[in-house]
């Protein structure tokens, strides 16, 4: 059993609306953790537009998605949030009372954090491997298909094949070429995304005739129950050819689940959750959701809207953390109190 | 008017208008036309916007940049007409436009 965390809230997504709650937490003294899938801070802003222009924060007509994740984090950073990376949370257990709620979380790298309330900030859901439309693999998926490699070993000895042309595809093909018995990679064009020194590597073993690069896509699996036998490749000049092989790995980028989060007993109304407006609160006292993850008449999937649903979302989870306090409205630019947390006074 | 048709897997069409200006894949969603995803909003930032430009127009509509070949990789059954339809602009000559939409996106 793994240690488990005390703290106040624990904020699942660290996204932009997940990262303003813990100013707005954090101003009225409540502290948070915070856990999200990615290997770093900022959500879809990060992961899918970090160079994109947005141009609907309020005050900033124009700002990239980076530059907004950059200035969040540094707005936060007063209130030294922690946060657990590369960890989704898989389970969510109710242990309070709906008037004292006490939850416990835990991921799938083993982290339970108990908390007196959880804000899910989860957005379009958690960021996982794309499974490529291959008729069939699920079927393999597991054995002898994989989205993720844990441990090299196992690919020891192996025909694998990899499916991409990213950075996760071309780090794969030269890890694991020493170990398997023969490497193949398919990518649809001579032209990859990944670093040009991993592209490069991979240039020189496919000239020494150590591995094999297709121009392709893999249109069929062909097996005897899970293990794999076969990928069919459709090569670019149109014509098949049937590739053996033992395992593929297809790195086709991320796309976002709702994941486990559907299995916490929270209302869904396809696949989000719905909350009232004053409080941003679930069907389950305690439990409140913010950003694009949520739905209520009138919501708007913006990052502003998640920015205000935090601020109110934070007003009644201090009763839940502090409920024999009453609170006091203080505006930052005033109140000495608010500017000493800041560390500006 | 401007018009594009979009026929889906099964060879079943669908004729709207689409105001110029928008992209291929605004007047897709707009119109409720199904087999257009575009997850991410019409940022070139998936792949789930995939058409097929039909052979009369793709000289017409032109090739796809170099960010939206890498977003290409991300999609199944690409084909020399593979285009991401948040990237096509409607513009007056592109009145009459076909596209298919593929069996899967994404």
Redesign the interface.
Known sequence: MSETTTTDVAIIGAGPAGLFAVFELGLLDIKAHLIDILPKIGGQCAE??PE?PIYDIPGFPEISGHGLVENLAKQVQPFHPTFHLNEMVESLEVLGTPEHPKFRVGTDAGTSIEAKAVIIAAG?GSFQP?R???PRIEGYEGASVFYAVRKIEQFRGKRVVIV???DSALDWVLNLHPVAERITLI???D?F?AAPHSVNAMRALVAEGKMDFILG?V?GLKGEGSQLAVASIRKEDGTHVEHECDTLLPF??L??KLGPIADWGLNLHENLIPTDTEKFETNIPGIFAIGDIITYPGKLKLILSGFHEGALAAQKIHRYVYPEKKLLFQYTTSSTSLQRKLGVN | MTQVTFIDATGASRTVEAQIGSTVMETALRASVPGIEAECGGACACATCHVYVSDAWTEIVGKPSQMEEDMLDFASDVRPTSRLSCQIKVTSELDGLIVTTPAKQG
């Open positions: 899918l537009y994109k379009g794309k490529p439309p291959i991409g042309g990213g990518h649809r064009r032209a995304r896509q249109m086709f980028g796309t976002m």
